[in-house]
């Protein structure tokens, strides 16, 4: 009786074949796919925060946010931004003093709105402020407090303004902050990126090992809102020089997290 060989199957040699060029395939392009991935997600990354700064400038110009009723529009976060949140209204009068007041749920949101609703969906971080996350990265937005220095507000966990610390007024006309940084680094991007009302998008390569700006939660490094500034030894507000660029002697302006901060062409 003769044996049919076409039923027969693979070899155990032809399919360690196979398994083998399986694997020299799969090394190939696994380390492709992860560099497009990081590329791509640091790509949307700069194109939401550029999206952000036309976004706060069609919001300071339409004066939607006027909280002293002094006639100058103000900056917002990202719950004020996308109408999820009610957006900062002014105050009772008191001693010829407009003070600014949180608005108020289902009146004061804004209609229609400059940002996606997407950016409405707030998540807490680790220093207990909102922040958005969003193809990879996690996006913090910060307002200024009042005083000369103009020291940075984070965004309230739940969204919009902290009704017990709300911005100071004048200075949100003036200025705002945000930062952007990899929710997990090295794996959904490497980059963390910087931009504020000058429009400047500034970018640092984030490698310092375990300090690296990376995630929002427990075991998370992420950025203080005076971090790109430079580290002068007074007034390190939101007012203060951006640490980017060379001083009148040639030397490299010093961030305050120590990092070089360039400009993104």
Do not use: H
Not at 146 to 169: C, F, I, M, S, Y
């Amino acid at each position: 009786m003769k044996l049919n060989r076409k039923n027969a199957g693979f070899t155990l040699i032809e399919l360690m074949i196979v398994v083998a060029i399986i694997a020299i395939i799969a090394s190939v392009a696994i380390p492709k796919l992860m560099a497009a991935r990081l590329s791509a997600n640091e790509s949307a990354a700069i194109s939401t925060l550029r999206s952000l700064s036309s976004a706060q400038a069609q919001l300071q110009s339409s004066s939607a946010i006027d909280s002293d009723a002094d006639g100058g529009g103000e900056y917002g976060y990202f719950g004020e931004l996308s109408g999820a949140d009610p957006l900062r209204i002014s105050g009772v009068p008191a001693a010829g003093v407009t003070p600014p007041a949180p608005g108020i749920v289902g009146i004061d949101e804004l209609t229609p709105a400059v940002l996606s609703s997407a950016f409405g969906q707030v998540q807490v971080d680790l220093a207990g402020d909102g922040v958005v996350v969003r193809s990879g990265y996690v996006f913090k937005m910060f307002l200024p407090l009042a005083g000369a220095t103009a020291l940075p507000q984070g965004e309230l966990a739940t969204g919009g303004a902290d009704p017990a610390n709300l911005p100071d007024p004048d200075n949100c006309e003036i200025l705002w902050a945000c930062y952007a940084w990899p929710v997990t680094a090295g794996q959904t991007g490497n980059r963390a990126f910087f931009i504020n009302q000058e429009g400047d998008l500034l970018q640092n390569l984030n490698r310092a090992g375990a300090l690296s700006y990376s995630g929002m939660g427990a075991g998370a490094v992420e950025p203080t809102g005076t971090a790109a500034l430079a580290a002068l030894p007074a007034n390190l507000g939101m007012s203060a020089q951006l640490g980017v660029g060379v001083n009148g002697a040639g030397v490299a302006i010093a961030s305050n997290d120590g990092f070089t901060w360039t400009v993104v062409q």
